[in-house]
C-alpha cells in the first residue's frame, strides 16, 4: 500500500515538474519571438516540412475518415429514416472535431516525432552546446521556427482536412448510397455554421502549439545518447496524442 | 608579470554523487597557449566547458577578464562568448549543414560580411586545416579527423581572442597532429590570441606550450613553463609524462 502511494506521489511530482518546466521553455520561446530579428526563412523552412510534406498523409486519411463516416452514419439514420441528415452529419464531425484532431495527429506522428528527434540528437551529440558556445540562442535558432511554423500551418492543413472529408463523403453519401444530391447539399449548408468551422480552426492552433511545444521540449531535454533520442521520440508522440485528445475535451466543453 | 585573463578561483562541480573539480584554481596567461593534460574521465571537458559558460558550477569563479561568467545573465554571457572560439572533443559539427555552411555559421550569425567575403574567408579557413575538395559534404560523409579539423576552422573563422581546443590532435595521423600543431601555434603568434588546449600528446605539449597544467583528482596538481614542468618532483606528473602504468595514479582501482 504504502508503495502505491509512493509511486503515485512520485508520479504526481515528476508531472509536474515536468509541466513546469514545459511552461518556462514556452515563456523563453515567447521571449525570443518578440526579439528581434526574427528569420523568415527558418520558418518557411518548417512550414514546408509540417505543412507540404503532411499534405498528402492528411488528405489521405481525411478522405477515408469521411467515407467511413457516412457510411456509418448511413446505416445509423436509416433505422429511423433520416438518411438526409448524413451530409450534415458528417460535415459537423469533421469540421468541429476529426479535422482538428486528425490533422493534428498526423502531423505529430510525421512532424512533432521529427522535431523531437532532430532536436534530440542535436543535443547528445553536443550541437545544441555548440550553438550556446557561438553566442546563437538555441531556443530562437531551434524551437521558435518549428513553433510558429505550426501554429501558422496546422490551420491550414485542418482547412484542407475538412473540405477532403466532406469530399469523402459526399462520394460515399451520394453516388455510392445514392442519397438525393440535393437534399444531401442543402443540408449540410442549412446546418453547418461559420462558427463550427472557426471553432474547430481555433482548436487546431492550440493543438499545434500543444504538439509542437511538446516534440520540441523532449528533443531539448533528451538525455544519453540514441537511447534517449528514442525514448524521447517516442514520448513526444505518446504525450502529444494524450493532451491532445485532453484539450480537445476541455477545448470542446468551453468552445460549444 | 604577464596578465592573466582568465582566472579560476576555488571551482568546484559534482555531478550527483561524483566531484569532477574541487576547488580548483587555475590562471590562464592572456596572449599564450595554456595546456592541460590529465587523465581520460578526469574533469578537462568540464572545466573548459565552465570556462565558456556551458556548464554553471556548483560553487567558485571564473573570471574573464574580471567578469564572473557564472553570474551573467544571458545576454551579457553572450558578450563574452563572442569573444570565444570552440573546438568541442566530439567536434560537434551541425549535421544537417554542409562543412562550407558549418564552417561560415559563425561569420553568417554574427558579421555583416557580404555572401563574398563570407565564401572568401571560409575557403581560405578550409585551406588552413587542409580540407579543400570537402566543402559541399556533410559530416557524414567525411572521416573523424576531417570533422575535428573542421571544427578547428569553425572555432578559429571569426577570429576569437580565445580558443579553446577539446583534444585537436586525437585521432588524427602523426603528419596531419605536426600540422596542426604548428597551425595553432601560427595562429596563436600571428594574431596573438589566448589558447586553450586539452591534450593527451605529451610530446606535442611540450612542443607548443607557454604554460602546462596537469589536472589530477579535481584539482591543479602541478603548473608552470614546459621547463619548469619537466624539473618539478611530483610522482603523479612524473608518471604522467613518462606513461608508465607504475606509479600513485592506479589505472585500475585495487581498494
Ligand atoms: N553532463 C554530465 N553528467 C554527468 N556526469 C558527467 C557529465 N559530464 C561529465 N561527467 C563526468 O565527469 C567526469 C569528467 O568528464 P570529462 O569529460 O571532463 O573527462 P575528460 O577529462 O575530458 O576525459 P577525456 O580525456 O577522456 O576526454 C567523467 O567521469 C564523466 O562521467
Ligand atoms: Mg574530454
Redesign the interface.
Known amino acids: 500500500m504504502n508503495r502505491i502511494i509512493e509511486w503515485l506521489g512520485k508520479t504526481f511530482i515528476d508531472f509536474l515538474s515536468e509541466a513546469g518546466r514545459m511552461l518556462l521553455l514556452l515563456i523563453e520561446v515567447v521571449k525570443q519571438t518578440i526579439k528581434p530579428p526574427l528569420k523568415l526563412e527558418r520558418i518557411f523552412i518548417q512550414m514546408e516540412f509540417i505543412g507540404v510534406k503532411s499534405l498528402f498523409v492528411v488528405i489521405l486519411v481525411s478522405l477515408f475518415t469521411g467515407m467511413v463516416l457516412a457510411l456509418q452514419t448511413y446505416t445509423g439514420f436509416r433505422r429511423f429514416s433520416a438518411e438526409s441528415m448524413v451530409g450534415a452529419i458528417v460535415a459537423l464531425s469533421l469540421c468541429r472535431e476529426l479535422g482538428p484532431v486528425l490533422t493534428s495527429i498526423m502531423v505529430t506522428a510525421r512532424a512533432g516525432s521529427a522535431m523531437a528527434a532532430?532536436i534530440g540528437?542535436?543535443r547528445v551529440?553536443?550541437?545544441i552546446?555548440?550553438l550556446?558556445?557561438?553566442?546563437?540562442?538555441p531556443v530562437k535558432y531551434l524551437i521558435v521556427p518549428r513553433i510558429l511554423a505550426s501554429v501558422l500551418v496546422i490551420p491550414v492543413l485542418t482547412i484542407i482536412s475538412d473540405y477532403t472529408g466532406i469530399v469523402g463523403g459526399y462520394i460515399v453519401g451520394v453516388k455510392l448510397l445514392n442519397i438525393n444530391e440535393g437534399v444531401y447539399i442543402n443540408r449540410t449548408i442549412d446546418l453547418l455554421e461559420m462558427s463550427d468551422i472557426f471553432n474547430g480552426l481555433f482548436k487546431s492552433v492550440v493543438f499545434a502549439l500543444l504538439l509542437s511545444l511538446i516534440g520540441c521540449y523532449k528533443g531539448y531535454y533528451t538525455k544519453g545518447g540514441a537511447r534517449g533520442v528514442g525514448k524521447a521520440t517516442t514520448e513526444a508522440v505518446v504525450l502529444s496524442c494524450v493532451v491532445i485528445f485532453i484539450a480537445d475535451y476541455i477545448l470542446t466543453s468551453f468552445l460549444f | 608579470m604577464e596578465d592573466n585573463i582568465i582566472k579560476i578561483r576555488k571551482l568546484s562541480k559534482r555531478f550527483g554523487t561524483q566531484e569532477v573539480l574541487k576547488e580548483l584554481d587555475l590562471d590562464i596567461p592572456k596572449g599564450q597557449i595554456t595546456v592541460i593534460i590529465g587523465r581520460s574521465g578526469g574533469g578537462k571537458s568540464v572545466l573548459l566547458k565552465h570556462i565558456i559558460g556551458l556548464l554553471k558550477p556548483d560553487s567558485g569563479e571564473i573570471l574573464i577578464d574580471g567578469i564572473d561568467i557564472a553570474k551573467e545573465p544571458e545576454d551579457k554571457l553572450n558578450e563574452v562568448r563572442k569573444r570565444f572560439g570552440m573546438l568541442f572533443q566530439e567536434g560537434a559539427l551541425f549535421d544537417s549543414m554542409t562543412i562550407e555552411e558549418n564552417v561560415a555559421f559563425p561569420l553568417l550569425e554574427h558579421t555583416n560580411l557580404s555572401d563574398k567575403e563570407i565564401e572568401e574567408r571560409t575557403k581560405e579557413v578550409l585551406a588552413m586545416v587542409g580540407l579543400i575538395g570537402a566543402e559541399k559534404k556533410y559530416p557524414s560523409e567525411i572521416s573523424g579527423g576531417m570533422r575535428k579539423r573542421a571544427g578547428l576552422a569553425r572555432a578559429i573563422i571569426a577570429k576569437p581572442d580565445i580558443i579553446l581546443f577539446d583534444e585537436p590532435t586525437s585521432g588524427l595521423d602523426p603528419i596531419m597532429s605536426a600540422h596542426i600543431d604548428n597551425l595553432i601555434v601560427d595562429i596563436q603568434k600571428r594574431l596573438n590570441v589566448t589558447c586553450i588546449i586539452i591534450s593527451h600528446d605529451i610530446q606535442s605539449t611540450f612542443r607548443i606550450a607557454h604554460k602546462i597544467a596537469m589536472l589530477y583528482d579535481g584539482k591543479i596538481i602541478a603548473e608552470g613553463t614546459p621547463d619548469v614542468m619537466r624539473t618539478i618532483d611530483n610522482p603523479y606528473l612524473r608518471q604522467f609524462i613518462e606513461g608508465s602504468s607504475q606509479g600513485p595514479i592506479q589505472v585500475v582501482d585495487n581498494e
Open positions: 532532430e540528437t542535436m551529440t553536443e550541437q552546446d555548440a550556446t558556445v557561438m553566442a546563437v540562442n
